[in-house]
């Protein structure tokens, strides 16, 4: 795999899911490596005549689930699948950060004993531990190369866009909400990230 985690996070942050998604997929076709029965792709990467599963937000996002015969264990590149996997956390970091963008114009603008509600001191210290989970996140992705290592790192990406979405309130739900890309993002991981690798981290 010859794009690196940056252009992907940059990709994702500046472009949407489905760009970055495109960006850090491998050579192998998705049919081949995931593994699973369903692998998440841009809608525009599908081959003619596959067979593809749709949800209503993925849709947004113009993600679709392409059919896979759902390969044996042995019969894949455990090695390759966490290499995406590595690439995957990146798109995620950058669709994370691109809401977390959105996140703070939004508390810019909203105010509290006339105060914007960024400069909160609870709020701001949040946004802080967001940042700093970000940071340490984007690290793991680039020094971690073992499957069970890469999954943790979904995992936590799967919490902290929850405590992303959020600071959004109610609104943060609504399907028209930016905060969709972080719900589209830990379903696209879904279908990409073995949870129960072999073996521990390195």
Not at 91 to 116: A, F, I, K, N
């Amino acid at each position: 795999m010859t794009t690196s985690l940056l252009e992907c996070e940059r990709t994702a942050r500046s472009d949407g899911l489905a760009a970055g998604l495109a960006r850090a997929l491998p050579a192998t076709p998705a049919d081949r490596l995931a593994p699973g029965r369903y692998a998440a792709v841009p809608a525009g990467a599908v081959p003619e005549g596959a067979e593809v599963r749709t949800h209503s937000l993925a849709d947004r996002e113009d993600i679709v689930f392409l059919a896979c015969p759902g390969r044996p264990r042995e019969e894949r590149d455990a090695h390759e699948l966490a290499d995406f996997g590595r690439h995957l956390a990146a798109v995620r970091l950058g669709v994370l950060r691109s809401v977390l963008d959105h996140v703070v114009e939004h508390l810019s603008q909203r105010t509290s004993g006339d105060e914007p509600l960024i400069r909160k001191q609870l709020i701001a210290g949040a946004i802080g531990d967001v940042m700093a989970a970000v940071e340490r996140l984007r690290a793991q992705v680039r020094s971690q190369r073992h499957p069970a290592a890469v999954a943790d790192v979904h995992r936590e990406l799967d919490e902290l866009g929850w405590r992303v979405a959020q600071h959004l309130g109610a609104s943060g739900f609504l399907a028209t909400s930016p905060a969709r890309s972080l719900y589209v993002s830990a379903l696209v991981a879904g279908t990409w990230v073995d949870r129960e690798p072999e073996g521990e981290p390195a």
